[in-house]
């Protein structure tokens, strides 16, 4: 017989595994939340009790089980030109400013974490086109990565519901999407201009390969980790940030309360964070 529930030592045992498997922390109050989740997963899985579950869960060897649930865990709140605010400081500092300072004609690389269903990255790919002076100038690579698998097929279909667009002018909507039922597809050349990558930002083997980028999006994601846990994702991004480069944060994250490795900028737009330039 099934027996799903979850008790409170059960909560602890697996709040600390997931905190160490992903950098998220969830708090007691997530507990509803959390256990929902979790007796979704034992009955979808055969298992008969928490216990049996967080056994698998701890030693499947593919850890196809614990990307389902983190699947089910993490939370994709999101919608086009959210904190446009930051876009704007984007094309009229940022740019214009790394690529005064640019000795080289190589791609300029941003790279936006968590992906969620595609808005942000897409986002920034369509204020570009239409606000920067530059974009006909310079190439540009965005990588946007993600630890949900389920969510990232999401963004690479680029297919949204009304309310995600609601926030895009008129002749954007027009030009960059075409109406499907009660959806929105975005067009081919857009989502071919982002590459989604699954990531989870808490795995070093994961992040080792992320170098040399000019800028960095992070929004809204280390409100969901611990001191710890941010501390470990800001020299994350710094050794993948070029000297020079930024990262922009969420408008309830700063940096300055997590790490003393960057500098604040404050444009008339934002205020965002660089990684110092070498040898100042």
């Not at 507990?31 to 030693?59: C, H, P």
């Not at 086009?80 to 190589?106: G, T």
């Not at 969901?224 to 710094?238: G, M, V």
């Amino acid at each position: 017989m099934t027996d799903p529930r979850i008790s409170e030592e059960d909560f602890q045992k697996f709040r600390e595994f997931f905190y160490r498997k992903t950098g998220i922390q969830f708090e007691s109050s997530k507990r509803y939340f959390v256990d929902k989740r979790l007796q979704e997963r034992i009955v979808a899985t055969g298992n008969d009790s928490f216990r049996g579950y967080f056994t698998m869960l701890r030693f499947q060897a593919s850890g196809e089980e614990l990307q389902q649930l983190t699947n089910l865990m993490t939370v994709n709140e999101t919608y086009f030109f959210r904190e446009e605010y930051q876009f704007k400081c984007l094309v009229n500092s940022i740019l214009p400013e790394i690529v005064a300072a640019k000795i080289d004609s190589s791609p300029l690389r941003i790279w936006v974490i968590p992906s969620s269903s595609g808005e942000e990255p897409y986002s920034i790919a369509i204020y570009l086109l239409e606000y920067w002076a530059g974009i006909n100038d310079w190439d540009i690579e965005i990588i946007s990565s993600d630890i949900d698998t389920k969510i990232l097929g999401h963004a690479r279909q680029g297919l949204y519901s009304a309310r995600s667009v609601q926030e895009l002018p008129i002749k954007f909507l027009q030009r960059y999407f075409k109406r499907s039922g009660d959806s929105y597809q975005l067009n081919y050349d857009l989502r071919q201009s982002v590459e989604f990558t699954r990531v989870n930002l808490s795995e070093r083997a994961d992040t080792r390969p992320y170098r040399n980028f000019d800028v960095i999006f992070c929004r809204n994601l280390l409100i969901y980790f611990d001191d710890i846990s941010r501390k470990t994702a800001a020299e994350t991004f710094y050794d993948a940030l070029k000297p020079g480069g930024f990262i922009c944060l969420g408008h309830s994250e700063s940096m300055s309360r997590i790490s003393s490795l960057y500098k604040v900028r404050k444009y008339p737009d934002a205020i965002v964070y660089q990684k110092p330039l070498e040898g100042r």
